[in-house]
């Protein structure tokens, strides 16, 4: 199946500062791209939709300037918590799409944000 | 809130038994797919199930899917140790530009050894 990977898988941090994670799909090509969060014990949250070359789309109630997106080729996203804070703290899990409007997400392993 | 309600939370049994898993929705979908996360961990595909299917089995997974009750459920027999995880059923809205998935609140299996 296709594959997917995020890097880092944990990241501990400072408040206040800026952390990237990377998203790439690693044997094929992700015209879409999705963010999500998942706080412990809950569920997964989408956060935004990426197209290649685009901008993203976000969901309703993230702040677009502190999770910056930025999904410029085909096997690459990357989200960029700007000025995180303790309260960003979670679990962050990309998944992507062969194609626009493909049905079929392939999920990341997903990566540990600790803020302190 | 779009989320998806699953039921129970959580679940306990002993080895050797079966667990089952709801998942009601809210929306009319294009189809509806069950993952496991074990934790602290990524997502692992467990099966599909499309608008037009009634049941589909996979190794000793069931799913069954009633689009007039907006439900789904999991079985998982003869379970084992291993299948302790967290199972979350993810639906793809019908008319979903994007194919956004909207996940459940997920359930948390502990089988006992």
């Known amino acids: 199946g296709a594959v997917v990977s995020q890097h880092p898988s944990r990241v501990i941090c400072k408040s206040g500062t800026s952390v990237k994670i990377e998203c790439r799909s690693l044997?094929?090509?992700?015209?879409?791209m999705f963010w999500y969060r998942q706080f412990p014990k809950q569920s997964l949250m989408l956060m935004a939709t990426?197209?290649?070359?685009?901008?993203?789309?976000?969901e309703q109630g993230v702040e677009k300037d502190k999770f910056l997106i930025n999904h410029a080729s085909l096997t690459l996203s990357t989200l960029t918590v700007t000025s995180a804070h303790p309260e960003d703290s979670s679990f962050y899990i990309c998944?992507?799409?062969?194609?626009?409007?493909?049905?079929?997400?392939?999920f990341g392993p997903g990566t540990r944000l600790t803020v302190l | 809130s779009q989320q998806g309600e699953e039921d129970p939370q959580a679940l306990s049994i002993q080895e050797g038994e079966n667990a089952t898993m709801n998942c009601s929705y809210k929306?009319?979908?294009?189809?509806l797919q069950w993952y496991r996360q074990n934790s602290g961990r990524g997502l692992v595909h467990l099966i599909l199930?499309?608008?037009?299917?009634r049941e589909k089995h996979s190794g000793r997974l069931r799913v069954t899917l009633d689009t007039s009750k907006k439900s789904s459920s999991l079985l998982i027999t003869a379970s084992r140790a291993a299948d302790t995880a967290s199972y979350f059923c993810?639906?793809?809205?019908?008319?979903?530009?994007?194919?956004?998935?909207?996940f459940g609140t997920g359930t948390r299996l502990k089988v006992l050894a």
């Open positions: 998944s992507a799409s062969e194609a626009s409007g493909a049905n079929e997400q392939f």
């Open positions: 044997d094929f090509q992700a015209t879409t």
């Open positions: 990426s197209n290649e070359g685009s901008k993203a789309t976000y």
């Open positions: 929306t009319s979908i294009n189809n």
């Open positions: 199930i499309r608008s037009n299917e």
């Open positions: 993810a639906t793809v809205p019908l008319g979903s530009g994007t194919y956004k998935y909207i």
